[in-house]
């Protein structure tokens, strides 16, 4: 995870699972990711609970407390629950009861929704596969992959190696993380020519919401700026990490 998302203001959370984009799998370790950043105080998954696709999230939903809320397929072919999740989204936005949303799908329908929300000046938090459009992830303040939910052994297992691309289990590009690193410190740099790192990571997540150290198989951001030693200095000092290009 990113050093810098530690907030003392949590937020209360409500969580909106679209059940036919989702995995019921990796449920607990959703619910885990979004209460990193506040008590989750709605929890609802959507989807057609009369069709057989949906019989992998039964088991879990009264452990975890999750309410399903039932939505017919009126045509068929067409999927109708990101309609009733828009609409229960806006009227718990208009509520007030929450200063946080998790959307959990991989769906571009969802885009104009985090747009709207962040419009109002609420953080929003999306869930999803790497395949999910970009477009819906830079709708996100933070956009967390499924696939960084699952441990996996560090990939980047040496700095000449790292500076092409990764492979991912999906077998898309990941691009070089060099570039935006560079970019964070830049936009982060004091006089001193340092920059402290939670800062950096901030501006991390500003230019790319999907940006996580785990893509990259690594949990902390402090433990991928190590690998490029050649390229990064990094230091500990008042109980705060900071970065320095290496020139």
């Known amino acids: 995870m990113l050093e810098q998302f530690d907030d003392d203001n949590r937020k209360k ?3 909106l699972i679209d059940g036919d984009n989702a995995q019921p799998t990796l449920i607990e370790k959703i619910l885990a990711e979004t209460g990193k950043h506040g008590p989750i105080t709605i929890r ?21 407390a999750i309410q399903p809320i039932q939505q017919f397929r009126f045509t068929v072919g067409k999927n109708s629950t990101d309609s009733a999740m828009i609409i229960d989204a806006m009227d718990i936005l208009h509520s007030g009861r929450v200063e946080g949303f998790c959307i959990v799908s991989s769906d571009s329908d969802y885009t104009r929704l985090a747009t709207r929300i ?9 869930i999803g596969e790497n395949k999910t459009p970009k477009a819906f992830v ?4 933070i956009f967390i992959y499924t696939e960084n939910l699952t441990p996996k052994e560090a990939t980047l297992k040496d700095t000449k190696e ?12 990941i691009q070089n993380p060099i570039p935006l690193l560079k970019e964070a410190y830049e936009m982060a740099i004091r006089e001193d020519g340092w920059a ?16 996580d150290p785990r893509t990259y198989g690594f949990k902390q951001l402090s ?6 030693p050649d390229l990064f200095e990094l230091k500990y000092q008042d109980n705060a990490y900071y970065i320095k290009i290496i020139e």
């Open 13 to 15: 959370i409500a969580l």
């Open 44 to 64: 609802r998954i959507y989807g057609d609970w009369t069709t057989p696709n949906m019989n992998g999230w039964k088991e879990s939903l009264n452990n975890l």
């Open 118 to 126: 962040r419009e109002c000046g609420i953080f929003v938090m999306g």
């Open 138 to 141: 830079n709708a996100c303040n």
């Open 162 to 173: 790292s500076k092409k691309y990764l492979i991912s289990d999906e077998k898309a590009k």
């Open 196 to 211: 402290h790192l939670g800062t950096a990571g901030d501006y991390l997540r500003q230019l790319d919401p999907s940006f």
């Open 223 to 228: 433990q991928l700026i190590r690998a490029y």
